[in-house]
């Protein structure tokens, strides 16, 4: 019995501590929050399943204002309200908040992946004078004439009959579409095209294929701030086994390990990707590879790394890594990913020592690497 009571109250404990800790990070927030100037950051973690949380936002940029009030942008519009949490109704309660009908310029998808574009319709309901702006690549999974799974595993299809998951299709007006096309960016450099007649000033966008056909990513010029969606992800504990000081015979200290949590399980069962390997393999040397180190022990270290994730059958491995090459080479500030579990993003030379580490970069000079530096780390 007294066994039964210090279980009890070691559980009480544990979960009073993890309250405590969302709610101190803000992850049970529904706000936004300025990480930069004139960019804000949606805080609220999702909740796709009960006690299951993970992170994924949204962004807000305020346009320079000229006369009158300021125009807002809408970066991705996350999760539609699905049973576990009303996800998306907190976000249009934070959007107005700071931005009332009237005052949005435009929404910009990076894709349309369901915790990207799922909340479409409502926004574009709640502001009828904003523009919608997606890549061309992206507009039939939008419209409902492609889908990202043809045969849908049944993990998805458990998922939709239970009220967790549902595609992300919208009605799309045409007087407010305005496509992005690779033509107008045929150097894979920041380019305003597309987003200039949307009426958007200070953002411009390269293409990033790979996670999806037509994934996008929008650099916030004034800031240096680039929005890469899911370009990068930046929420996989990866585990090294082995002394830090002990290299393995190729040179690289022994194999990191990706813990896969129930969030993983999900996006992946959700997105048809059938396993866990839909996840990059992560580098030999997670600290070489702009991996943070959260713990270290005589036989193991702890490192949060950037990692990607690639759901079949859409995703294109090899053009997601040449994406990530080519993020390494633009003049960004700081990258922010969609899911990031610190909410303050990488670095350039963290974005740069995991490009570095992809076979698709062997041999490119990185910025701030010799090539055969880069061709050797890989």
């Not at 949204?58 to 970066?75: C, D, F, N």
């Not at 299709?169 to 200039?196: C, F, I, K, W």
């Not at 997601?320 to 090459?325: L, M, Q």
């Not at 030379?349 to 530096?373: I, S």
Request: some cysteine; glycine content about 8%.
């Amino acid at each position: 019995m007294r066994l039964n009571s210090l279980v009890a109250v070691l559980a009480v404990a544990a979960a009073s501590s993890a309250v405590w800790t969302f709610r101190r990070q803000g992850w049970l927030e529904a706000a936004f929050e300025e990480v930069e100037t004139d960019v804000f950051r949606f805080k609220l973690w999702w909740q796709p399943l009960p006690g299951v949380l993970g992170p994924v936002t949204v962004w807000l940029i305020r346009e320079a204002k000229t006369e009158g009030p300021a125009k807002w942008v809408l970066v991705d519009t996350g999760f539609p309200d699905l049973w576990p949490q009303r996800w998306h109704s907190k976000l249009m309660a934070a959007v107005k908040a700071l931005a009332p009908p009237g005052q949005m310029q435009a929404i910009l998808l990076t894709h349309t992946h369901i915790d990207h574009a799922g909340g479409l319709p409502g926004l574009l309901a709640a502001y009828p004078e904003a523009a919608l702006v997606v890549h061309e690549a992206e507009l039939p999974f939008l419209t409902g004439q492609a889908a990202f799974a043809e045969q849908p595993s049944f993990g998805m299809l458990a998922s939709r009959a239970a009220g967790l998951y549902k595609p992300a299709t919208s009605q799309v007006p045409a007087d407010r579409l305005h496509l992005l096309r690779n033509a107008g960016s045929p150097s894979g450099q920041p380019t305003a095209e597309g987003l200039r007649q949307a009426g958007v000033a200070t953002l411009s966008w390269t293409p990033t294929p790979g996670h999806s056909p037509g994934h996008v990513s929008y650099l916030h010029e004034p800031s240096g701030s680039l929005l890469a969606g899911d370009a990068l992800l930046l929420m996989e504990p990866a585990l090294k086994l082995g002394s830090p000081a002990s290299p393995d015979a190729a040179g690289n200290n022994s194999t990191a390990l990706s813990y896969e949590y129930p969030l993983t399980w999900f996006i992946v069962t959700v997105n048809n990707a059938g396993d866990l390997s839909s996840f990059s393999t992560l580098p030999a040397n997670p600290a070489a590879a702009g991996g943070r180190l959260l713990l270290q022990a005589p036989i193991a270290s702890l490192y949060l790394t950037p990692s990607l994730l690639c759901p079949r059958p859409k995703c294109n491995h090899e053009q997601y890594h040449r994406s990530v090459c080519a993020l390494a080479g633009l003049p960004f500030r700081r990258l922010y990913p969609t899911h990031d579990v610190t909410g303050r993003g990488l670095s350039h030379d963290e974005v740069v020592a995991f490009a570095a580490h992809l076979p698709a970069c062997t041999g490119m000079k990185l910025p701030g690497q010799a090539a055969e530096g880069a061709s050797t780390a890989a």
